[in-house]
């Protein structure tokens, strides 16, 4: 007895018949929240749990027109970290992310140089210390941000000449008008050469900067103490919230240099007739964390 395929088999909901290579087909829905598959014996498979076909938590997850699950937009968390850790400016793109739900900035400022010395013979000349760069933090929904943002890394403050001048200034960073830190202040030349006992006073830190949830100016620079015309201490570079000042030095010579980023320069000595030039303060940096 035969039996015709075609007249015992029709199309309809969830199944095709393909009457040319009698292969009966299994029409799985695209609905959204749709789960079910094949499992590995080949049979029809769907996920227990209750209401939807996945129990599904929905403060985190979601299903797309195919059935995927997603995250939803905004819980991901901490997906990327973007640093520009060399002075000057760029462009931060938001679409370039099409996932990003908010950033978290972080702006560090430069550091200030340290000036230089030139003492006469037989005297000396000790300096202070340049001042850290501020710092400080925001966090920001994309759509706060309003298409690309411009993100300055300030440079670090410039050494001074062998020759009695002060240190440069530290650049300011930010991330667009919505945060910024400033840069620390150079260390004067404001002790004269000589032999006999004198001080001279620290380099101011940098008032907090604006914007954002946290700021915080940059440590001061420590003052320098001359003894005799050979024998003194100069001042270490300000802190900074990412970085080290340079170390004080106890001897004539160039400013110790500031580790981290932000640090003021350590000061530099001139003795006996050696002129010595500044130390440039610690360049600033900029951090952005992306959150989807």
């Known amino acids: 007895m035969s039996v015709d395929l075609e007249e015992l088999i029709q199309a309809g909901p969830g199944i095709t018949f393909d009457p040319a290579s009698g292969t009966i087909s299994i029409n799985l829905s695209l609905d959204g929240g ?4 094949f499992g590995s014996d080949n049979g029809l498979f769907v996920f227990s749990g209750g209401g939807d076909p996945i129990a599904l938590c ?3 997850f979601t299903t797309n027109d195919e059935g995927d699950i997603c995250l939803k937009p905004g819980t991901m968390g901490l997906r990327e970290v973007v640093t520009y850790g060399t002075p000057g400016t760029y462009q931060f793109d938001p679409a370039a992310y099409p996932w990003l739900a908010r950033v978290r900035a972080k702006v560090q400022a430069g550091g200030g140089g340290s000036a230089g010395a030139a003492a006469a013979a037989n005297q000396s000349i000790w300096r202070a210390g340049g001042a850290g760069g501020g710092y400080g933090e925001g966090l920001y929904e994309v759509a706060a941000l309003g298409g690309p943002v411009t993100v300055t890394v ?8 062998a020759v009695n001048g002060g240190g440069g200034a530290g650049g300011n ?4 008008a ?3 830190a400033l840069g620390g202040a150079g260390s004067p030349a404001s002790m004269p050469s000589g032999s006999t006992g004198t001080t001279a006073t620290g380099t ?3 008032a907090a900067g604006s914007g954002g949830y946290y700021n915080s100016g940059g440590g001061s620079g420590t003052g320098a103490i001359r003894l005799t015309g050979s024998a003194g201490i100069g001042g270490a570079g300000g802190e900074s919230h990412l970085g080290h000042g340079g170390a004080s030095r106890s001897t004539a010579g ?3 240099v500031p580790r981290g980023f932000g640090g003021g320069a350590g000061g530099s000595n001139s003795a006996n007739g050696v002129a010595q030039a500044g130390r440039a303060g610690g360049g600033g940096i900029v951090i952005l ?3 989807g």
Not at 154 to 161: D, K, Q, V
């Open 34 to 37: 749709n789960a079910a598959t």
């Open 58 to 60: 929905t403060e985190y």
């Open 154 to 161: 300030g440079a670090g403050g410039a050494a001074a000449g």
């Open 173 to 176: 960073s930010s991330f667009g």
């Open 178 to 180: 919505l945060l910024n």
């Open 204 to 206: 101011a830190g940098p």
């Open 254 to 256: 160039v400013g110790i």
């Open 289 to 291: 964390e992306l959150y």
